[in-house]
């Protein structure tokens, strides 16, 4: 990284972190674990504190927020949370070369709510998560265990000229982790430009609304193999029926420079790499003590071999 472009960058991630009140900060973290948690090293941390990086503290008792410094992280392309975004772009990237008769497993565990009964355990899904599924979407591989296929995306989907106005203001706005606080604040995105996925989906609705398209927020899983990340997006109605949007992620993974902008256009539909499916949802109970219900565990993604033609 060049000298002059490494300072820009330090320079944009704290005008970024100041547009966050200081009310929402938890200063938690030592200078020490900038660096064992973050990769945030002594000579950056000199940089960052000549250039006003909020912190609790003096000299070695310093301490910093945790979201401040994964945004840091996002904005110089160090640590964890960098890697993450490194991940989601790689499935991206992959996605295409999935090939047409292949796709995603979600692999789904049960563990019982209240362990040590008499018998076997007998899983049942909550009805409300299976109630909007295909019949063999979601299936049973052995007890306790199950696999969601997602089929991948046969052909891009490419969102024509009359949302280009919804998509260009999406791509306008600087990706942010925020404080819970802020998550839902069309306010603070108004006056800073600055969103997260939650916030993001928030205002693309409302944008819709304004510019008289049909959407609806989602939730779920982005599903990068091995691990998926929960995500939030809207789906937008067009003459082909609905399909996902995530014009603020793309947009943000193009300018981080991860992600290429020939094969992931803003504009380009995300079916086939999501999954709506509602947090509270994902339960089990176990018939053989019923009521009590237990959280379904997401034990990662891998992708369907491809189906053997008949010959
Ligand atoms: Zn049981």
Not at 63 to 78: K, T, V, W
Not at 87 to 94: A, H, T
Not at 157 to 172: H, M
Not at 218 to 233: A, C, D, E, K, Q
Request: aromatic share 8%; hydrophobic share 35%.
């Amino acid at each position: 990284m060049h000298a002059t472009d490494g300072s820009t960058r330090v320079h944009d991630v704290l005008e970024h972190i100041r547009m966050v009140p200081d009310q929402y900060r938890e200063f938690t973290v030592s200078a020490p674990d900038l660096l064992r948690l973050y990769r945030i090293g002594p000579p950056l941390l000199d940089q960052l504190l000549d250039g006003g990086l909020p912190h609790d503290g003096s000299g070695n008792d310093r301490r910093f927020d945790p979201l401040d410094a994964e945004n840091i992280g996002l904005g110089l392309s160090i640590g964890p949370r960098w890697r993450i975004m490194r991940g989601w772009s790689e499935s991206l990237v992959r996605h295409d070369h999935l090939g047409t008769r292949s796709g995603y497993r979600v692999n789904l565990t049960a563990a019982c709510p209240a362990p040590g009964h008499h018998g076997p355990c007998d899983f049942a899904l909550d009805p409300a998560l299976t109630a909007d599924l295909a019949p063999d979407e979601l299936c049973r591989v052995e007890p306790g265990s199950y696999a969601w296929t997602l089929a991948p995306a046969r052909d891009p989907f490419y969102f024509p000229a009359q949302f280009n106005e919804l998509i260009n203001a999406a791509t306008k706005l600087r990706f942010h982790l925020l404080p819970q606080e802020l998550t839902s604040d069309l306010e603070f995105l108004r006056t800073t430009g600055l969103a997260d996925c939650k916030l993001a989906t928030a205002y693309l609705v409302q944008r819709s609304r304004e510019l008289g398209i049909n959407s609806r927020p989602r939730g779920g899983l982005f599903v990068s193999v091995p691990f998926p990340v929960w995500h939030g997006w809207v789906e937008l109605h067009t003459d082909s029926g609905w399909y996902p949007a995530d014009p603020f992620l793309l947009g943000a993974l193009t300018r981080w420079g991860i992600t290429d902008a020939a094969q992931w256009p803003p504009k380009r539909s995300t079916h086939g790499l999501v999954l709506p499916v509602d947090s509270s949802r994902l339960r089990v109970t176990c018939r053989a003590v019923e009521p009590a219900t237990s959280r379904l565990r997401i034990a990662g993604v891998s992708y369907l071999k491809p189906h053997r033609r008949p010959t």
